[in-house]
């Protein structure tokens, strides 16, 4: 995966839902957190989507609490040939075990998204700057997702998403949260490479998450 035009990756916690996501969605992210035994869900799959590989620390609002198991499984599932895109989070990358994950996805060929969830605020638009700089600068994507205050708080993040993407850089950017929810719509006119959705909106991992179809259709339109 190159991300080199926008991807809509529906969330799964379950492969075998894979096929209901087809119509809609360009991958499938799977949430390795969510799952009992994953590396064998992996070794099992033959679906038609390719898997950006989710493993999300419970420090960054996913469930996995064991950091050196996640991320032993992560890169594995790395170096699989379903799996084209593996995310790890950018403190993992900077500040902890994160690299090799990042080392074994470069053996295969399989893109590294490094990424950031503020489930508090929106910064300012030079914290948002230095982020991107530090995940770009890490990663092949750099994913920023925010919380929105206010509806005002989406205008800095689109803001910052053009100015990377301008710049040639492949970011992923959306704004958690009820009033920041239309950026998952909007954000891809501004550059953002990446989309997140449930293929049922009951199941969102995340604040303010569309259901696949509604955000395929969303996307679709504005473009």
């Known amino acids: 995966m190159d991300f ?48 950006l590989a989710t493993n999300r620390a419970a420090w960054e609002g996913g469930e996995a609490v064991d950091d050196e198991a996640r991320l032993s ?18 403190k993992s990358l900077a500040e902890g075990e994160g690299g090799r994950v990042a080392e074994a996805a470069r053996r295969t060929g399989t893109a590294v998204i490094a990424s950031t969830h503020d489930f508090e605020r929106t910064p300012d638009r030079a914290a948002l700057r230095e982020t991107l700089d530090e995940a770009t600068d890490r990663a092949d994507v750099g994913k920023l997702a ?64 569309y259901g696949l179809a509604t955000l395929a259709r969303l996307v679709d339109e504005l473009s």
Not at 17 to 45: N, Q
Not at 198 to 205: F, I, K, L, Q, S
């Open 4 to 51: 080199e035009e926008f991807v809509l990756a529906a969330s799964l916690a379950d492969l075998a839902e894979e096929p209901r996501a087809r119509e809609h969605a360009d991958a499938a992210e799977f949430r390795m957190d969510l799952a009992d035994d994953p590396l064998a869900a992996l070794d099992d799959y033959d679906g038609d989507l390719p898997i």
């Open 73 to 90: 499984d992560l890169a594995a599932a790395a170096e699989l040939s379903c799996v084209g895109a593996v995310d790890v989070e950018l």
């Open 146 to 209: 925010v919380t929105a205050g206010e509806r005002a708080d989406v205008l800095d993040l689109l803001a910052v998403t053009r100015e990377f993407a301008s710049a040639g850089e492949r970011v992923a950017t959306m704004a958690m949260g009820a009033p920041g929810r239309h950026s998952r719509a909007v954000a891809p006119l501004y550059g953002s490479r990446i989309g997140y959705a449930p293929v049922d909106p009951a199941d969102a991992t995340a604040p303010g998450q």
